[in-house]
């Protein structure tokens, strides 16, 4: 196997023999990595190659051990794959004593903890909680009414906490339970971590506590955790657990990517010392680890800029609920189609209720969100978020310049057997068209009305103001009687009104008796689809094409509360005396063609028709 061999070069690169090395020593040290590296699995076969490495006799002769030990690091590193594995040669270490600070008295012990730890409450309530170091089980049961009295009960009721990590670089294992229970419920315990120890080859699942000092702060609050590069071990732990549990939004810095613990072992009674990773930790949500690699926040920014952020982001969560509930309301007295408008309001707040909202950290999340959720529950894509947008207004232009802004919103040709075509891609305002309805006529309209058939190229016309749509269907009837072309209902003003054709134009009407052909494609909306909707539900064209988008009649725009969050709502529907008329759903065609095949199967339609009546 590659390990194996790759030992055996590792091996048989050093010295074995010289004389300041006891014979044993690169076995004692495969020993020591077999006992307690934490990831036993990648060694398979190393005690075999070291001892095939043993009778190895082109051995070269090293005589400086800090060499020995560089090569043995950088080969056991780089085989193994763990970059944490290391080899020293330490003749005069000397092991740092670990304070046994559970010997100290709790008054002395509080004062050292508070050096550490920090609180405060910040503007709006936001409690700001500080800890440098983690400390474990036993000291926490020992000072815990201190801990509770002299420092969680001063951001115990505050609206939002901050838990800032980010000088977090030491800690005991033990003392995540309690940080992490203190942000979940009692019931039922939630696995934290699991822990594989390999010197006692034992694992351990860390579980959320039911029973704790003082009161929780519980799961309903926000919580936001400040990050840094600098945030390793056990801080990491927190971090990755309470990201995964979705209990807190992560801010600031990818962490350090520490060891949860690393041990520095003597080899032998030698000066060479082996550190490693003597235990492992995972995520059971995950099935990962947050070593080597670190936690990556939610939102990452500068370590410095870490706490203007959380603070923003908490700000604007307070926001949420209000913004959500008046959303809830406007599309329940606003939204035209009122069969659906209750059940999508309630279902929207239900979202609000169950925490779809709560992880949101930016008004452009939240648009996006509230975007979804409403398209989604409606099924109606003209539902939805949008931006107050200025326009200038149009400037005063002289009639010659009126008339190249026709022409060049218009297409017009005569195609074969003296058919018409004509296309436009949006519909005008009434207010802007009437006044230049003459130069409309003169410059477009008059250049096809007198052809034995029209072809209306609608593929690409995404919609515009239906307050012209009356104006232009009667020109396709005659004018001796007028016509209900739709009803329209209004929600905001529950008022009923009736579109009819109308008895005075400009210019020559093309009357009903000759040809009407509609070209459609999947990006024919809006007032385009009321066009088509009230000519195919009259006979009086026929429709070729793909199914329209199923837009909507222009929406009206609704500010929600005083947020920069503002709604499109559909407030009219078509054929009010019907279930439905053409929103959502689009409109079929009578021949269904690409839409780039629809002018070509129109062309053929009518030479079939004008063949046959030579």
Same mark, same amino acid.
């Given at each position: 196997?590659?390990?194996?061999?790759?030992?055996?070069?590792? *091996?048989?690169?050093?010295?074995?023999?010289?004389?300041?090395?006891?014979?044993?020593?690169?076995?004692?040290?495969?020993?020591?990595?077999?006992?307690?590296?934490?990831?036993?699995?990648?060694?398979?076969?190393?005690?075999?190659?070291?001892?095939?490495?043993?009778?190895?006799?082109?051995?070269?002769?090293?005589?400086?051990?800090?060499?020995?030990?560089?090569?043995?690091?950088?080969?056991?590193?780089?085989?193994?794959?763990?970059?944490?594995?290391?080899?020293?040669?330490?003749?005069?270490?000397?092991?740092?004593?670990?304070?046994?600070?559970?010997?100290?008295?709790?008054?002395?012990?509080?004062?050292?903890?508070?050096?550490? *730890?920090?609180?405060?409450?910040?503007?709006?309530?936001?409690?700001?909680?500080?800890?440098?170091?983690?400390?474990?089980?036993?000291?926490?049961?020992?000072?815990?009414?201190?801990?509770?009295?002299?420092?969680?009960?001063?951001?115990?009721?505050?609206?939002?906490?901050?838990?800032?990590?980010?000088?977090?670089?030491?800690?005991?294992?033990?003392?995540?339970?309690?940080?992490?229970?203190?942000?979940?419920?009692?019931?039922?315990?939630?696995?934290?971590?699991?822990?594989?120890?390999?010197?006692?080859?034992?694992?351990?699942?860390?579980?959320?506590?039911?029973?704790?000092?003082?009161?929780?702060?519980?799961?309903?609050?926000?919580?936001?955790?400040?990050?840094?590069?600098?945030?390793?071990?056990?801080?990491?732990? *927190?971090?990755?657990?309470?990201?995964?549990?979705?209990?807190?939004?992560?801010?600031?810095?990818?962490?350090?990517?520490?060891?949860?613990?690393?041990?520095?072992?003597?080899?032998?009674?030698?000066?060479?010392?082996?550190?490693?990773?003597?235990?492992?930790?995972?995520?059971?949500?995950?099935?990962?680890?947050?070593?080597?690699?670190?936690?990556?926040?939610?939102? @990452?920014?500068?370590?410095?800029?870490?706490?203007?952020?959380?603070?923003?982001?908490?700000?604007?969560?307070?926001?949420?609920?209000?913004?959500?509930?008046?959303?809830?309301?406007?599309?329940?007295?606003?939204?035209?189609?009122?069969?659906?408008?209750?059940?999508?309001?309630?279902?929207?707040?239900?979202?609000?209720?169950?925490?779809?909202?709560?992880?949101?950290?930016?008004?452009?999340?939240?648009?996006?969100?509230?975007?979804?959720?409403?398209?989604?529950?409606?099924?109606?894509?003209?539902?939805?978020?949008?931006?107050?947008?200025?326009?200038?207004?149009?400037?005063?232009?002289?009639?010659?310049?009126?008339?190249?802004?026709?022409?060049?919103?218009?297409?017009?040709?005569?195609?074969?057997?003296?058919?018409?075509?004509?296309?436009?891609?949006?519909?005008?305002?009434?207010?802007?068209?009437?006044?230049?309805?003459?130069?409309? *006529? @003169?410059?477009?309209?008059?250049?096809?009305?007198?052809?034995?058939?029209?072809?209306?190229?609608? %593929?690409?016309?995404?919609?515009?103001?239906?307050?012209?749509?009356?104006?232009?269907?009667?020109?396709?009837?005659?004018?001796?009687?007028?016509?209900?072309?739709?009803?329209?209902?209004?929600?905001?003003?529950?008022?009923?009104?009736?579109?009819?054709?109308?008895?005075?134009?400009?210019?020559?009407?093309?009357?009903?008796?000759?040809?009407?052909?509609?070209?459609?494609?999947?990006?024919?909306?809006?007032?385009?689809?009321?066009?088509?909707?009230?000519?195919?539900?009259?006979?009086?064209?026929?429709?070729?094409?793909?199914?329209? %988008?199923?837009?909507?009649?222009?929406?009206?725009?609704?500010?929600?509360?005083?947020?920069?969050?503002?709604?499109?709502?559909?407030?009219?529907?078509?054929?009010?005396?019907?279930?439905?008329?053409?929103?959502?759903?689009?409109?079929?065609?009578?021949?269904?063609?690409?839409?780039?095949?629809?002018?070509?199967?129109?062309?053929?339609?009518?030479?079939?028709?004008?063949?046959?009546?030579?």
């Amino acid at each position: 196997m590659i390990l194996t061999l790759a030992l055996l070069v590792i *091996v048989g690169s050093v010295c074995l023999v010289h004389s300041s090395y006891p014979p044993t020593l690169v076995m004692d040290m495969a020993k020591i990595l077999a006992q307690n590296y934490c990831y036993p699995e990648r060694l398979e076969g190393i005690i075999e190659a070291i001892e095939a490495a043993r009778s190895n006799t082109d051995i070269l002769n090293i005589p400086d051990p800090n060499a020995v030990a560089m090569a043995l690091s950088a080969g056991m590193a780089s085989t193994i794959g763990d970059s944490r594995l290391l080899i020293t040669y330490e003749p005069d270490f000397i092991p740092k004593a670990t304070p046994v600070l559970s010997s100290v008295p709790p008054e002395y012990l509080i004062s050292i903890i508070k050096k550490s *730890v920090q609180v405060e409450v910040l503007e709006n309530n936001i409690g700001y909680f500080r800890i440098d170091h983690i400390i474990g089980e036993d000291i926490a049961e020992k000072i815990g009414p201190l801990l509770v009295e002299n420092i969680w009960n001063k951001v115990l009721l505050t609206s939002a906490m901050i838990l800032d990590l980010r000088h977090t670089a030491s800690g005991e294992l033990s003392g995540v339970p309690y940080i992490v229970s203190y942000f979940s419920n009692a019931e039922p315990p939630t696995c934290i971590s699991t822990v594989y120890d390999r010197p006692s080859n034992t694992t351990v699942e860390f579980r959320s506590l039911p029973e704790l000092l003082g009161k929780r702060y519980g799961v309903s609050k926000d919580l936001i955790i400040l990050t840094s590069k600098n945030t390793r071990g056990v801080a990491e732990d *927190v971090a990755y657990a309470m990201k995964n549990m979705k209990r807190a939004t992560i801010v600031g810095e990818r962490t350090a990517g520490g060891s949860l613990k690393i041990e520095k072992l003597r080899v032998g009674e030698t000066g060479f010392y082996f550190t490693m990773p003597t235990a492992s930790v995972r995520s059971p949500i995950t099935g990962e680890s947050w070593e080597v690699k670190g936690v990556t926040p939610c939102i @990452e920014v500068d370590a410095g800029d870490a706490l203007e952020t959380a603070v923003k982001i908490i700000n604007l969560r307070s926001t949420i609920p209000v913004i959500v509930q008046e959303a809830s309301v406007l599309v329940a007295e606003k939204y035209a189609f009122t069969q659906i408008a209750e059940d999508v309001s309630q279902k929207l707040l239900d979202l609000l209720e169950n925490g779809t909202y709560s992880m949101i950290n930016s008004e452009t999340e939240l648009e996006a969100r509230l975007s979804a959720d409403l398209k989604e529950l409606s099924g109606d894509k003209c539902l939805t978020t949008t931006h107050i947008t200025t326009q200038d207004p149009m400037p005063k232009l002289a009639p010659e310049a009126l008339a190249e802004m026709v022409r060049a919103s218009f297409q017009t040709d005569i195609l074969e057997n003296n058919v018409g075509l004509l296309r436009f891609d949006m519909f005008g305002d009434f207010e802007q068209v009437a006044p230049i309805a003459k130069i409309i *006529v @003169e410059n477009v309209w008059n250049k096809v009305v007198n052809t034995t058939a029209l072809v209306i190229d609608l %593929r690409n016309n995404v919609g515009g103001y239906t307050s012209t749509i009356s104006g232009f269907c009667s020109y396709f009837f005659d004018g001796n009687k007028q016509i209900l072309l739709d009803t329209l209902y209004n929600r905001p003003s529950e008022t009923l009104k009736e579109m009819w054709t109308l008895s005075r134009l400009t210019g020559e009407r093309y009357g009903e008796k000759k040809g009407l052909i509609i070209l459609t494609s999947a990006a024919t909306m809006g007032a385009a689809e009321e066009f088509v909707y009230i000519m195919k539900k009259l006979g009086r064209a026929t429709v070729i094409g793909e199914v329209t %988008r199923g837009g909507c009649h222009p929406p009206e725009t609704f500010r929600v509360a005083d947020s920069d969050v503002y709604l499109s709502v559909p407030v009219t529907r078509s054929d009010a005396l019907q279930d439905h008329g053409w929103e959502g759903v689009g409109i079929s065609p009578h021949i269904p063609a690409s839409a780039d095949a629809a002018l070509d199967t129109a062309k053929e339609l009518l030479n079939e028709h004008f063949g046959g009546q030579k």
